[in-house]
């Protein structure tokens, strides 16, 4: 069960929108979100709460709580999440730990429910910051 502390409205300024249950960037200018344009992406402001697939138009995004979000591959509970890439999903941080290429990890959050594959639906503790590593 999702629980929220905070829930704000970004425009959305993707061509064809943005599903639920997906990690957000921010935009160009303030009050706009975006997909993120990579893996460990940076500037999150958090996870859609609802699709909303017309461009320019409101989407809610939970900033600090419990989310549901999709995952990109498995997931271990507990295990510290950041974005799979341009589709918005999560990934276990871990993952990623032994990649030269990142030394910064820009964490989501801590996963309170374990994924199995790709398009698991899982609980995220929303608890963005990074790990250096």
């Known amino acids: 069960m999702s629980h929220y502390i905070l829930d704000k409205a970004y425009r ?18 303030a ?9 460990n992406a940076r500037a999150i402001l958090g996870i859609t709460v609802h699709a909303q697939l017309l461009q320019n138009q409101r989407v809610a995004v939970r900033k600090a709580g419990v989310a ?9 509970l ?12 999560v990934m276990d941080a ?10 910064t990890l820009e964490c989501i959050g801590f996963a309170e ?15 963005l910051h990074q790990r250096v590593i």
Do not use: Q, W, Y
């Open 31 to 39: 009050g706009e979100c975006v997909s993120p344009g990579e893996l």
């Open 68 to 76: 549901r979000v999709i995952a990109g591959s498995p997931i271990a």
């Open 113 to 127: 429910t374990a994924a199995t594959a790709d398009g698991d639906v899982i609980e995220v503790f929303i608890s």
């Open 78 to 89: 507990g295990a510290p999440v950041i974005c799979a890439g341009p589709s918005g999903k």
């Open 12 to 29: 959305i300024t993707d061509e064809k929108g943005v599903g639920a249950n997906l990690v957000v960037v921010h935009g160009e200018h």
């Open 94 to 103: 871990c993952d990623l730990m032994s990649h030269a290429d990142h030394k």
